[in-house]
């Protein structure tokens, strides 16, 4: 049985760009933290019995903290000092979010594509808005 986490390690390996290997630690973060925010918020509204509202709340917060702190230290390796870094990643949480509503809005209501193809390129616009800003804005210089 291979060990937890050796497929991510042997793609990383034979992979000789610093870039990808850079992008692709984004994108594994991002899918480890999109699943434990979800285990958070399911955790809040069946086994803490919060509203889904607040359950959402405090799943999308705790999950900004871990995002923030994961690719602080695995993606970005940055020394950046955190009260800078953090206020930098708010930021470009924000422009992110910006950037995949301004795609849906216009994908659905301008041009009439439908939702669910609008989501998934929308929340592509964000990932990619979020990993350059994050790079060259938040954690910059570091590979």
Same mark, same amino acid.
């Given at each position: ?16 760009? /610093? ?5 692709? @630690? &984004? !994108? #594994? =973060?991002?899918? *480890?933290?999109? $699943? ?44 950046? /000092? ?5 206020? @930098? &990643? !708010? #930021? =470009?949480?924000? *422009?992110?979010? $910006? ?45």
């Amino acid at each position: 049985m291979p060990r937890p986490g050796s497929f991510t390690l042997s793609i990383l390996g034979r992979c000789r760009s /610093p870039e990808v290997r850079q992008l692709f @630690r &984004f !994108l #594994v =973060v991002g899918v *480890a933290n999109t $699943a434990f925010g979800y285990s958070i918020i399911f955790a809040c509204m069946y086994l803490g019995g919060l509203s889904a509202e607040l359950s959402n709340a405090v799943g999308y917060g705790v999950g900004l903290l871990v995002s923030y702190v994961m690719h602080k230290v695995f993606t970005f390796s940055s020394d950046r /000092p955190h009260r800078e870094a953090f206020i @930098r &990643f !708010l #930021v =470009v949480f924000a *422009a992110a979010y $910006a950037a995949n509503l301004l795609v849906l809005v216009i994908l659905v209501r301008g041009i009439g594509v439908h939702e669910a193809i609008s989501q998934v390129i929308a929340s592509a616009f964000y990932v990619v808005t979020s990993f350059i800003l994050n790079k060259l804005f938040v954690f910059r210089g570091a590979l």
